[in-house]
């Protein structure tokens, strides 16, 4: 057999160096996929975390969830417990919608007035529009 041969024999068999690289950049593509996936997921859990949360970047749906006791001895509310949006398949991983009820909903009455004044902005301008239309309606009529 000559020296050179890159192939050896492992317990009888025939071991093509490459095969094993392939084999090993493989197994490094699928754990940098994975770890990516993780990351993603983490970036959507920070970015979705603003509103009235509807479906958990995991899929898990959002169920209103009240803790069985009081956080603080000021906390007070129709019931006891600090309440939350949690995921249905929340685990403390990070990867799981548990939200403050009251900052969900502040943020999305800040969403709704904003999208208030917006629409208010619109209909002022087209109500200038119409009267602008409604002028120019009444010359020339005359």
Not at 55 to 76: E, L, N, T, Y
Not at 77 to 88: I, M
Not at 91 to 109: A, N, S, T, Y
Request: hydrophobic residues 25%.
């Amino acid at each position: 057999m000559d020296s050179d041969c890159s192939y050896h024999y492992t317990d009888n068999f025939l071991i093509d160096p490459y095969e094993e690289e392939l084999k090993e950049e493989k197994r490094r593509r699928k754990e940098m996929e994975k770890m990516k996936q993780h990351s993603d997921m983490v970036g959507f859990v920070a970015d979705g975390q603003y509103g009235i949360p509807r479906r958990c970047p995991c899929g898990g749906s959002i169920k209103h969830d009240v803790a069985p006791s009081p956080k603080f001895k000021h906390d007070f509310d129709t019931q006891p417990g600090s309440r939350y949006f949690t995921c249905t398949k929340f685990k403390d991983d990070g990867l799981h919608f548990r939200q403050p009820w009251v900052f969900g909903v502040e943020q999305e009455i800040e969403k709704l007035v904003m999208k208030v004044e917006k629409q208010s902005k619109t209909i002022e301008e087209m109500r200038k529009q119409i009267q602008i239309q409604a002028e120019e309606i009444a010359k020339l009529k005359t």
